[in-house]
């Protein structure tokens, strides 16, 4: 995949040096992501400015979020909107996920883990299988691409804990705008 570069400039209009964290948030959409694109630590002198290298996955539309990590994450740039060059490649991007057999009125809280999280609360699903509906958007070129989508059910004890899913799928390209511009649906099923 290509990618292209991003230069971030930071000032410093104040007589002293100042220094910390800034958070950079990226997306296609104008919707500040909960997960952070890149942090850089930055020394600012007094009246002075320093730049930042960022690469990022080109599409027609970039939006900027820059906080502050370490004021709590003040907002430093909301949402500054770039226009991009699409480069040949397609780019895919997961917009959707939704279990359709889950019960959001019965929560897993003993044995559901999120990696990173620790233990989190999961719906149960009360089925011999989980059914998975997905959606994903191709802001690059136009491309008929065998796609994998793997299920993976940890609380099999047994090797066959995975379960893949092959397709052919043409991902119509083009970005976010414009007509034609759609996103494929596909559907994932797992049995226990």
């Keep these: 995949m290509k990618f292209k570069k991003i230069y971030i400039e930071i000032t410093n209009d104040l007589d002293c040096e100042q220094s910390g964290i800034i958070n950079v948030y990226t997306h296609v959409l104008n919707e500040c992501p909960d997960k952070k694109t890149n942090s850089f630590y930055v020394v600012v002198p007094a009246h002075g400015k320093v730049v930042r290298k960022m690469k990022i996955t080109p599409s027609e539309d970039l939006y900027v979020w820059i906080k502050d990590a370490l004021h709590d994450n003040q907002m430093l740039l ?65 491309a ?13 004890l047994t090797s066959g804990n995975i379960t893949y899913h092959f397709q052919m799928v043409n991902y119509v390209g083009g970005g976010w705008k414009g007509k034609g511009r759609k996103e494929f649906l596909g559907k994932c099923v797992v049995r226990s």
Aim: proline residues 4%.
């Design 144 to 156: 008929v691409l065998k796609t994998r989508v793997a299920c993976w059910c940890p609380g099999k």
């Design 78 to 142: 909301d949402g500054k909107h770039f226009d991009v060059t699409l480069g040949n490649t397609p780019i895919l991007y997961l917009v959707s996920a939704t279990c359709l057999n889950w019960d959001e009125n019965d929560l897993e809280t003993e044995k559901s883990y999120q990696e990173g999280c620790g233990m989190i609360a999961c719906p149960r699903v009360h089925d011999d299988k989980i059914t998975v509906v997905y959606g994903v958007k191709n802001a690059g070129v136009d």
